[in-house]
Nanobody, 125 residues
């Protein structure tokens, strides 16, 4: 069992940066792949970024490549999402997730078993 708690959301101007954190409980955190997803009002939840258990492989949605960076610290049971050059269209509730997706399914919601409650990111233009 893994419990996930996101933090770091807030209000930022377009072009600014935020770093989201997701703290996980459970001794087996380091074995899980971790993902970030987001959901804007009236839209479906979508994939943002993911990282394998070792941190050696990362995956990004095309919309955030070059602007967002996912990383993890297994010693701290925490995964991060550094978000730079934020745009108004990045505004959403951001969720972290844990699971064992295959490489082909890193961006698939149903491949993840555990989800956090989300943290709100608002980007003003």
């Amino acid at each position: 069992q893994v419990q996930l708690v996101e933090s770091g959301g807030g209000l930022v101007q377009a072009g600014g940066s935020l770093r989201l954190s997701c703290a996980a409980s459970g001794r087996t955190f380091s074995s899980y792949a971790m993902g970030w997803f987001r959901q804007a009002p009236g839209k479906e939840r979508e994939f943002v970024a993911a990282i394998r258990w070792s941190g050696g492989n990362t995956y990004y949605a095309d919309s955030v490549k070059g602007r967002f960076t996912i990383s993890r610290d297994n010693a701290k049971n925490t995964v991060y999402l550094q978000m730079n050059s934020l745009k108004p269209e990045d505004a959403a509730v951001y969720y972290c997730a844990a699971g064992f997706p295959t490489a082909q399914a890193m961006g698939v919601m149903r491949a993840y078993d555990y989800w956090g409650q989300g943290t709100q990111v608002t980007v003003s233009s």
